[in-house]
């Protein structure tokens, strides 16, 4: 069955970055869709881009471009996001997400990130 | 920039039929898909491609999509279908979400 098994909370002080870890398996992960959508506290669901595994290939959401990073390893079945320039509003849980037929139909557990001084 | 508006709120009856809406400009002309999100836990794709079901999603959940509302309607709604909802377009590359949707069954 598919899983995605995401790394564990982090707590960053403003100014760090962080890097969260996405480990897929169950499925042919290369090639294929990781998106990674995150959801600060009482908040909507907000997409973050996406990291096509079989060439490395990113589209990144106007809002985080610059500051973000996706990257897949596809030797470990393994993507990372990482988020540079930490502040308090990016204070939420982030989650991978394959996408498949216009959707995404597996998520991972999420990744709770707090950002505090 | 492309926007999809969702009620905040939706109160239904147990074993009634809920309907959450999801409404964008000509948003009939793309796919939609619907994900229920319970608290504290990740999002759950119960609707893609407008109104197909994934393997598991009981079938009182439907959805369609016309003009511009996309709409996801829960037949004989159940306690367990509490949840925050939230539909969700790919609009050219780029993916966008809807506000999401309460549903509270009493």
């Known amino acids: 069955q598919v899983q995605l098994v995401q790394s564990g909370a982090e707590v960053e002080k403003p100014g760090a970055s962080v890097k969260v870890s996405c480990k897929a398996s169950g499925y042919t992960f290369s090639p294929s869709a990781m998106h990674w959508v995150r959801q600060a506290p009482g908040q909507r669901l907000e997409w973050m881009g996406w990291?096509?595994?079989?060439?490395?290939?990113?589209k990144y959401s106007q809002k985080f471009q610059g500051r973000v990073t996706f990257i897949s390893d596809t030797p470990a079945s393994t993507v990372y996001l990482e988020v540079r320039g930490l502040r308090s509003e990016d204070t939420a849980v982030y989650y991978c997400?394959?996408?498949?037929?216009?959707?995404?139909?597996?998520w991972g557990q999420g990744t709770l990130v707090s950002v505090s001084s | 920039s492309y926007d999809l508006t969702q009620a905040p709120s939706v109160s239904v009856s147990p074993g009634q039929t809920a309907i959450i809406a999801c409404s964008g400009d000509?948003?009939?002309?793309?796919?939609v898909c619907w994900y229920q999100q319970k608290s504290g836990q990740s999002p759950v794709l119960v609707i893609y491609q407008d109104s197909k079901r994934p393997s598991g999603i009981p079938e009182r959940f439907a959805g369609s999509n016309s003009g511009n509302t996309a709409t996801l309607t829960i037949s004989g709604t159940q306690a367990m279908d509490e949840a925050d909802y939230y539909c969700q377009v790919w609009d050219g590359s780029t993916v966008l979400f809807g506000g999401g949707t309460e549903l509270t069954v009493l």
């Open positions: 990291i096509d595994t079989g060439n490395g290939n990113t």
């Open positions: 997400a394959r996408g498949q037929d216009s959707a995404n139909d597996y």
């Open positions: 000509k948003l009939g002309e793309k796919y």
